[in-house]
């Protein structure tokens, strides 16, 4: 039986929507804290993902270190990506994180993209 897709999580998302903000972002945490992030960010991706403008807000576990996640946004503008920024859950979440969890190291970066390509390597293998 396959996955059922709910909505406001981060398996509804359309990837190939414009996004004017994208953010790319990891954090390694303290193992002792992994659980403690996972439930702090967990509400707040499914908030994010119901956010009008939000195209997509996916935080996902890497697959060669189970303390590192990767973070993905998309938004359509600036105003909704400020509005989430400043939204009860986002600042719940960062308050959650930055006082109980230990990071050992974060990178973070976001882009104001002007055109997105829909990239597709399939065809290169025959």
């Known amino acids: 039986m396959g996955k059922i897709l709910q909505n406001g999580t ?5 990837k190939t929507q414009p996004t004017a903000i994208t953010v790319s972002a990891y954090y390694r945490v303290h193992p002792n804290d992994r ?3 996972i439930d702090a960010v967990i509400p707040e991706m499914i908030a ?23 973070l993905l946004e998309g938004w359509a503008d600036e105003e909704v990506y400020e509005r989430h920024e400043n939204s009860e859950t986002f600042l719940t979440a960062l308050s959650t994180v930055v006082k109980n969890v ?10 104001a993209i002007s055109k997105i390509h829909i990239d597709d390597p399939r065809g290169k293998v025959s």
Do not use: K, M, P, W
Request: with cysteine; hydrophobic share 25%; proline share 0%.
């Open 35 to 37: 659980q403690t992030f």
């Open 10 to 14: 981060s398996t509804s998302h359309d």
């Open 48 to 70: 994010a993902n119901q956010l009008e403008g939000c195209i997509y807000y996916a935080f996902s576990q890497d697959l060669t270190d189970e303390n590192t996640f990767h």
């Open 102 to 111: 230990q990071i050992l190291d974060r990178q973070g970066v976001r882009y």
